[in-house]
């Protein structure tokens, strides 16, 4: 059983590249969540997704863009790459479900940008 | 979502039982409070949810005061293994996002 799996797991970019992290998931959840987390701190949401076709801004969204076209996917692209965008992302997944929602993560996609 | 505070750091005996406390005293009646946590640079674990009653599984235990504006995390027998550090969520059930705050590092020594 997979659950999240995220590509690539480290990446150096240069600034001003782009780049598209992948998410795909196996358990046919409908919401997908995109985060980052910078050396020390705690998780900020970028952008989520309730369903395909669906996505909306988080906390930190500016430098980011998303799309949802199936159910398994939820890519986050960086167009411009910054020294700011340096960090941790992770993916996760949940089910809208009554009474609990428990999200699931990735293992992480470490970028540094140079 | 409503905010949490938790002290950023705790120290625990192996063997020994954590206690890891979280203020949410903002809480709305329909928030569920979520605990989660993440060794090393790993993708965070969920561990235990609740509402209004104490819960427990395999992993932890949740106390919820009974006004609801503070938790208790609980690990009955404290390993190694669960050096990590732990964040407290509440949430809507079915509410779409999660909001992480700054968590508890947990240091579980020998």
């Known amino acids: 059983n997979a659950g999240v799996t995220q590509t690539p797991k480290f990446r150096i970019l240069k600034i001003g590249q782009s780049m598209t992290l992948q998410c795909t998931q196996d358990m046919n959840h409908n919401y997908m969540y995109w985060y980052r987390q910078d050396p020390g701190m705690g998780l900020k949401l970028i952008y989520y997704?309730?369903?395909?076709?669906?996505?909306d801004k988080g906390e930190v969204p500016n430098g980011y863009n998303v799309s949802r076209s199936t159910t398994e996917d939820f890519p986050l692209r960086l167009e411009l790459a910054a020294p700011s965008q340096t960090s941790v992302y992770f993916c996760?997944?949940?089910?809208?479900?009554?009474?609990?929602?428990?999200?699931?993560f990735g293992q992480g996609t470490r970028l540094t940008v140079v | 979502d409503a905010k949490t505070t938790q002290p950023p750091s705790m120290d625990c005996a192996e063997g020994r039982a954590a206690n890891l406390p979280c203020n949410h005293s903002?809480?709305?009646?329909?928030?569920?409070v979520y605990w989660y946590r993440q060794i090393h640079s790993q993708g965070p674990q969920y561990i235990i949810h609740?509402?209004?009653n104490n819960e427990t599984n395999e992993m932890a235990s949740l106390i919820i005061t009974e006004d609801r504006k503070s938790s208790t995390l609980i690990l009955p027998h404290a390993t190694l293994r669960d050096t990590a550090v732990y964040y407290c969520?509440?949430?809507?059930?079915?509410?779409?996002?999660?909001?992480f705050g700054s968590g508890t590092k947990l240091n579980v020594k020998p």
């Open positions: 969520i509440v949430r809507v059930y079915n509410f779409n996002k999660f909001y």
């Open positions: 997704s309730v369903g395909a076709g669906i996505t």
């Open positions: 609740g509402l209004k």
């Open positions: 996760a997944s949940s089910y809208s479900q009554q009474g609990a929602s428990e999200a699931f």
């Open positions: 903002t809480i709305s009646g329909n928030e569920y």
